[in-house]
């Protein structure tokens, strides 16, 4: 009898021990989450273990050098070598997926341009976002202002090395603002953005209280996109059917205290401007046509202006592509500008690419002439190199 229950003692004492590893396992609990970290095409993403923040750090540099040839020969050509940008940037959302942040930085000496006489403007954005809804966004800070396609699309994202004559005359650029932005997706999809922002750039220029007033409507009558290709020049996507964005923008800038609006030299005294912004992207199979048309007008002032920095004046832009599924994109741009007193600028240029991963590591050489009335422009011949690396 003893012996029969010290077996059976045995017996259970054996099945406790076995199971003994279950039941450990079943007290302790589950293994939390954690951060992740990775790297894909939107940069050294770290997200937090309850995916509330999400943080995506990018950066790159552009290597360009240009070789100008100008007219006569007492001309003499010269080499531009330089790190043309390099930019550092953060952006996300925290705590919430609908906050979103953003910061980006310069430092490059071109990038630097744009601050007050004598000090450097490193900071490029610097914003707040908040998604109410999934059609309606608002922002708040230091950003680019709702204007013409080609230059609300990033700089590297681009098919030639610099944006065009139109753009650079008569670009909105960048501005401490607020901005709602509504959004509708569907079979003709379309969007509306409104802003108010300061009227003086990226660093303070007067101490009046002008301010600017932004505004922009886009639509897609063909149907959307695929993914991101609306926001990168090319057809990356290579659309299988026609794909159309057309957009207008209107800026009026009251009082303004730099010649161009948000760019530019530094006035004696201020003056309004008001500037109509059309632009077109169509994207089939491989080929895309980028058209952008710009007006913009000013108030008189009781100061004399310099030839060359009176603003008014009318430009268009033409640019085709075609990109191979190899990775080759040649390409050809036209621009045109006609500025009061009689000034005129004109660029034709030829420009090819070639995509290693996509805008984030490229190589483009372009080759083109500039012509027109100084001081707006010189008759020369330009060549281009220009190498984009970034993640």
């Known amino acids: ?21 279950g039941i450990l396992a079943a007290q302790q609990p589950a293994a939390a989450p954690h951060q992740t ?25 552009q290597l360009l050098a240009t070789l100008a040839v100008p007219d006569g020969d007492d001309n003499e050509a010269s080499l531009d070598a330089q790190v043309r940008r390099a930019r550092l940037r953060l952006r996300g959302s925290l705590w919430d997926p609908r906050l979103e942040v953003s910061i980006q930085a310069g430092l490059s000496s071109r990038d630097m ?53 139109v753009s650079n005359t008569f670009a909105l650029d960048r501005d401490i603002h607020v901005m709602a932005t509504w959004k509708r997706d569907g079979r003709i999809p379309w969007s509306w953005s409104a802003a108010v922002s300061t009227g003086e750039g990226r660093a303070s220029a007067g101490p009046d209280l002008g301010l600017a007033y932004t505004t922009r409507i886009e639509f897609n009558p063909l149907g959307a996109f695929t993914g991101r290709n609306a926001d990168v020049e090319g057809d990356h996507a290579r659309e299988t059917s026609p794909r159309l964005l057309a957009g207008v923008a209107f800026s009026h800038n009251d009082r303004a205290w730099r010649s161009r609006g948000q760019l530019g030299d530094l006035l004696d005294e201020p003056r309004s401007l008001t500037t109509v912004l059309v632009d077109a992207t169509m994207k089939y199979r491989g080929w895309s046509v980028y058209l952008e048309g710009a007006h913009r007008d000013a108030e008189r002032t009781s100061l004399p202006v310099d030839p060359g920095d009176d603003p008014r004046g009318i430009g268009g832009l033409l640019q085709v592509g075609y990109l191979t599924r190899a990775g080759w994109e040649p390409s050809l741009r036209l621009a045109r500008i006609e500025m009061e007193d009689d000034l005129n600028a004109n660029q034709a240029s030829l420009n090819l690419v070639r995509y290693l991963k996509g ?31 970034g993640i």
């Open 113 to 165: 341009s744009g601050g007050n006489p004598g000090s450097a403007a490193i900071l490029a954005d610097a914003y707040v976002a908040w998604q109410q809804t999934p059609e309606l966004r608002f922002q708040a800070g230091l950003g680019t202002l709702p204007g013409n396609r080609q230059r609300t699309i990033s700089s590297g994202s681009l098919q030639f090395a610099e944006r065009g004559l």
């Open 359 to 389: 805008h984030r590591i490229k190589y483009t050489i372009e080759g083109g002439r500039e012509w027109g009335r100084a001081p707006l422009t010189q008759d020369r011949w330009l060549v281009r190199t220009n190498l984009e690396v």
């Open 1 to 21: 009898m003893n012996v029969s229950r010290l077996a059976a003692s045995g017996a259970l004492a054996a099945v406790a021990l076995l199971a003994s590893p």
């Open 37 to 61: 970290v990775d790297v894909t095409g939107d940069g050294i993403t770290v997200t937090s273990a309850d995916s509330t923040t999400r943080l995506a750090f990018r950066f790159r540099a």
